[in-house]
């Protein structure tokens, strides 16, 4: 008898509320050579009760009994857990489509030199939910290919994390990490250091609960400068790993905050770039301020683009493709 194609590695934490939604949507499945690591992590409103219910009418559900330690400990003790060879990230507030696994799985078997698939997402209740979640939304309904969701890996978490599907041989060797930062953008961003290896089923196979008591709403790892603390981490041991100095794109609110994380982590800049003639010539921690067509002359410092939103983003993605510089070579863009 052969062992299961996927596991779903489901962490639950008093999800008593949404948990039995989840499983019908897994146990709904078209793939049926599926397995369920579900981890408790120390529940108390009667989520193990639910999933014990589970597990007893499908033994395809095993579930591991844990104290409460927290959202990556729960994680890393379910990989071990895990037999097949792709494991299938789930969370107990979310659901997915019937075909999620059989897509996701697909996809890796048709692309060998692929680590990793996501999917896209509907976010749900769609009542009250803010701009920023939809824009985000979109931007995740966007990426066509692992190139892209590579291309914006330094922006924010490129896959949306329930819909992660991973070789294990890759999530054993990585492992999830408490850095103290989101856990998910830390595993995505330490895979993406090898290159585009991460792929996308442009379909909607999960619905994605976004609600006040979601993790990263209350979380301080998910806070905005924990966002900006990873966001630098990750930038000086990839795209300026070597390079202790660089030139900055940007000095808005997004851009300061970058900036000085990366001076934290030994990276200076040599240069500001701006477009407000009043700034031009001004000196920012010691660097000058320069116009975009000076670019040029800096070459061979390494440029980070740190300016939000999509719209500024690509008219200096296409200054730059101008002046000849190549993305993901000589700049990236990091907002």
């Not at 193990?48 to 579930?63: G, K």
């Not at 009994?65 to 400990?73: C, F, K, N, Y």
């Not at 037999?83 to 078997?109: F, G, K, S, T």
């Not at 790892?221 to 924990?226: C, D, H, I, N, V």
Request: charged fraction near 30%.
């Amino acid at each position: 008898m052969t062992g299961p194609s996927v596991s779903v590695l489901l962490p639950v934490h008093d999800a008593a509320d949404t948990l039995a939604t989840c499983l019908r949507s897994l146990t709904r499945q078209t793939v049926q050579d599926w397995e369920c690591v579900l981890v408790d992590d120390g529940s108390r409103d009667g989520s193990l009760a639910i999933a014990r219910r589970f597990a007893r009418e499908d033994e395809r559900i095993r579930v591991i009994e844990r104290p409460h330690e927290g959202l990556v400990a729960a994680l890393n003790a379910g990989i071990a857990h895990c037999r097949a060879p792709i494991v299938a990230r789930m969370d107990a507030d979310d659901w997915m489509h019937r075909e999620r696994l059989a897509a996701q799985r697909d996809h890796l078997d048709r692309h060998p030199g692929l680590a990793a698939v996501g999917c896209g997402v509907r976010l749900f209740p769609r009542e009250g939910l803010r701009d920023g979640r939809r824009r985000y939304e979109a931007w995740l309904d966007a990426f066509a290919d692992p190139a892209a969701i590579w291309r914006e890996r330094f922006i924010e978490c490129p896959i949306a994390h329930p819909t992660l599907a991973i070789r294990r041989d890759a999530l054993a060797r990585l492992g999830y990490r408490d850095r103290g930062w989101p856990e998910d953008w830390d595993l995505l961003l330490r895979l993406l250091r090898d290159g585009p290896c991460v792929g996308i089923v442009p379909r909607r196979l999960l619905g994605w609960r976004d609600g006040p008591e979601r993790l990263s709403r209350t979380h301080p790892r998910y806070a905005l400068e924990r966002f900006t603390a990873c966001r630098a981490w990750h930038l000086a041991r990839d795209f300026l790993a070597g390079h202790a100095r660089y030139v900055l794109w940007g000095h808005g609110r997004t851009g300061r905050a970058l900036r000085k994380a990366l001076a934290a982590l030994g990276r200076d800049v040599t240069a500001i770039v701006d477009v407000h003639p009043r700034r031009l010539g001004e000196r920012i921690g010691g660097a000058p301020v320069i116009p975009p067509e000076a670019l040029p002359t800096v070459r061979p410092a390494r440029v980070v683009v740190s300016v939000a939103g999509a719209g500024p983003r690509q008219e200096i993605r296409e200054a730059m493709d101008r002046m000849g510089f190549e993305e993901g070579d000589d700049y990236v863009c990091a907002a």
